[in-house]
């Protein structure tokens, strides 16, 4: 019998009974499932990520839906336990679901939900923080200052690379590759080289417009190429960012192979997934060159890091944050939220899941749909006409 795990209840007469395995960040969300007669049930368990057996006794004999976290492992057994209790709806607190094995939901028919769209901006933002933190070296000095080591100005005090003229390189120019290509390209003047499987015309279009602003200006204009491909990138870009899918096609995509391609003063961001670096063979390239440097938000055996990878002062590692502003994680917790209530209520699914702007309007009633079911089309769930 499963050990009983600490919960929080919110409206606990409430027809449908909802739990959450975290806490999660603002009370929209929990207010929008009381609106809707659901019994909210927290998970308090002081537990970074809870397990498999953790998550069955929250479950329970009777459960409508389980909002979870990417940290989970969503696979047979846990939908199996879902749909005895009743469940047809789980969805992630994450765009991503590379935790969740919809197969798995497919067979006991439980919708799985993610929260697209609301992260494209904050992602980005981290990615354009990263790149600037390890080009100019800044973890490095703040840490130097505050050993109290600075003793007085030094012409080779902590120099780094200029971001000006220099070309950044995007792997994966989807909404958050290109909105941090924009944010490199128009706040710091950079060349832009990018690779996709499809062409990015907007992006190709605000970098050929703003290359003009800059011509008419008096200044030198920025250029954009799209490689023919990912090597070709890696080897011409200064600084580099990550943006693809996690697939067996791009899974070690960063080898020790490729990183001997690249420049021996590099700058590598990856905010997309761990699997994606081959952090084995990083750490050995970031020892053996001291100026090529990274920053880091993902890990390839999350939340470890291959050894070596800490005492590096030439790589800038945050605890996957690229999704942590306020805006953001309130706005995740209120579209997993309403992806399970609309399978509870019997909603359409939203006809554009990167669409997501009137879910996440405080000032009137979110839309009576989910915003984004990733197995819709397999469960054959209604797509909303609003």
Request: charged fraction near 20%; aromatic fraction near 8%.
């Amino acid at each position: 019998m499963a050990k009983p795990v600490s919960i929080e209840v919110y409206n606990p007469n409430g027809k449908y009974r909802v739990v959450s395995t975290k806490p999660m960040p603002g009370t929209r969300w929990i207010n929008l499932l009381i609106e809707q007669d659901c019994r909210v049930e927290i998970c308090t368990q002081k537990k970074t990520i809870l397990s498999v057996e953790d998550i069955i006794a929250l479950i329970g004999d009777k459960c409508d839906g389980v909002i979870g976290q990417l940290t989970e492992d969503w696979g047979e057994t846990l939908f199996s336990a879902l749909s005895r209790a009743g469940g047809k709806a789980f969805s992630n607190m994450a765009v991503g679901y590379n935790n969740v094995d919809v197969n798995a939901a497919n067979k006991y028919g439980v919708a799985v939900g993610n929260t697209p769209g609301v992260l494209t901006e904050t992602t980005a933002e981290l990615a354009a923080s990263l790149s600037v933190a390890a080009a100019r070296r800044i973890v490095e000095a703040d840490e130097f200052m505050r050993a109290g080591l600075y003793d007085g100005w030094l012409p080779n005090l902590f120099v780094g690379n200029l971001l000006k003229g220099q070309t950044v390189g995007v792997i994966g120019a989807g909404r958050i590759g290109s909105a941090y290509a924009r944010m490199m390209v128009e706040g710091f003047k950079m060349n832009l080289i990018y690779y996709d499987l499809y062409q990015s015309t907007r992006l190709e279009k605000f970098v050929t417009a703003y290359g003009q602003f800059l011509k008419a200006n008096g200044e030198s204009p920025v250029t954009w190429k799209r490689a023919a491909s990912m090597d070709e990138v890696l080897q011409q870009a200064d600084v580099i960012s990550l943006h693809p899918i996690l697939d067996k096609t791009t899974y070690h995509l960063i080898n020790k192979e490729r990183l001997a391609t690249m420049k021996k003063e590099a700058v590598l961001v990856n905010c997309s997934r761990g699997p994606v670096v081959d952090e084995v063979a990083l750490v050995e390239h970031l020892k053996q060159n001291p100026m090529f440097r990274v920053g880091l938000d993902v890990f390839e055996d999350e939340p470890y890091m291959k050894p070596g990878l800490a005492d590096l002062k030439n790589a800038i590692v945050v605890p996957h944050i690229a999704s942590a502003s306020k805006w953001t994680r309130e706005g995740m917790a209120t579209l997993a939220a309403l992806n399970v209530l609309g399978k509870i209520k019997g909603y359409p699914v939203w006809s554009d899941a990167n669409r997501v702007e009137p879910f996440l309007n405080e000032s009137i009633p979110p839309p009576a749909a989910s915003p984004s079911i990733v197995n819709a089309k397999v469960l054959g769930l209604p797509v909303s006409r609003l």
